[in-house]
Nanobody, 118 residues
Framework: QVMVVESGGGLVQPGGSLNLSCLAS????????MGWYRQPIGKQRELVAR???????NYADFVKGRFTISRDNAKNTMYLQMNSLKPEDTAVYYC????????????WGQGTQVTVSS
């Protein structure tokens, strides 16, 4: 069993920055593909960014150039540096961990609220 815990959310003004962290327990972090998702109120959960076990990154178009995903395998931690935040970035941000297998092992965190407002 893997525990995934997000932190770093909060209230920030438009144009501001936040750095989210995702700590995953267990010994499989380095083999896990990791991702950040978000869910605004009343909307579906959507992919924000992901980083493979090998460090390959992908971003949703709406965050390209503003957000940066990274990971530190020694600390079992993934990060999301969010800059130039907009009110439409307001959402609960979730961390997802997945390891290939039959079936794949997928774990979600409880989420951290990010609110962008003046």
């Amino acid at each position: 069993q893997v525990m995934v815990v997000e932190s770093g959310g909060g209230l920030v003004q438009p144009g501001g920055s936040l750095n989210l962290s995702c700590l995953a327990s267990g010994s499989i972090f380095s083999r896990s593909d990791m991702g950040w998702y978000r869910q605004p109120i009343g909307k579906q959960r959507e992919l924000v960014a992901r980083i493979s076990s090998g460090g390959i990154t992908n971003y949703a178009d709406f965050v390209k150039g503003r957000f940066t995903i990274s990971r530190d395998n020694a600390k079992n931690t993934m990060y999301l540096q969010m800059n130039s935040l907009k009110p439409e970035d307001t959402a609960v941000y979730y961390c997802r961990s997945s390891v290939s297998g039959r079936p794949p092992l997928v774990y979600w965190g409880q989420g951290t609220q990010v609110t962008v407002s003046s």
